[in-house]
Nanobody, 124 residues
Framework: QVQLVESGGGLVQAGGSLKLSCAASGRTFSSYAMGWFRQAPGKEREFVAAISWSGGNTYYADSVKGRVTISRDNAKNTVYLQMNSLKPEDTAVYYC?????????????????WGQGTQVTVSS
């Protein structure tokens, strides 16, 4: 199994920035694609960003494209989500997830392991 722990959330004003981290332990971290998801009050969980096991392929939701960068450091067993130009609609609990996908690809569903989440609140 893989255990995931998110950190870095908090309260920021609109236009500000946050960098979320997800530390992994257990099964070899570099063998997984990684994704970030979020869930706002009253809404379904939605995909935010994903990165392949090598870091060579990334994909972003249209709602965050240009404002968010996903990256990973396999030597540190950590994946990051840098968020800039934050908007009130970015307010949500953010979750990281690990995917057993074969090869160096990305998918938007079917993730195998999930963290507990970290709260991001963006004020007007």
């Amino acid at each position: 199994q893989v255990q995931l722990v998110e950190s870095g959330g908090g309260l920021v004003q609109a236009g500000g920035s946050l960098k979320l981290s997800c530390a992994a332990s257990g099964r070899t971290f570099s063998s997984y694609a990684m994704g970030w998801f979020r869930q706002a009050p009253g809404k379904e969980r939605e995909f935010v960003a994903a990165i392949s096991w090598s870091g060579g392929n990334t994909y972003y939701a249209d709602s965050v494209k240009g404002r968010v960068t996903i990256s990973r450091d396999n030597a540190k067993n950590t994946v990051y989500l840098q968020m800039n130009s934050l908007k009130p609609e970015d307010t949500a609990v953010y979750y990281c997830a690990a995917d057993l996908i074969q090869g160096d690809g990305i998918r938007l569903h079917g993730y195998d392991y999930w963290g507990q989440g970290t709260q991001v609140t963006v004020s007007s």
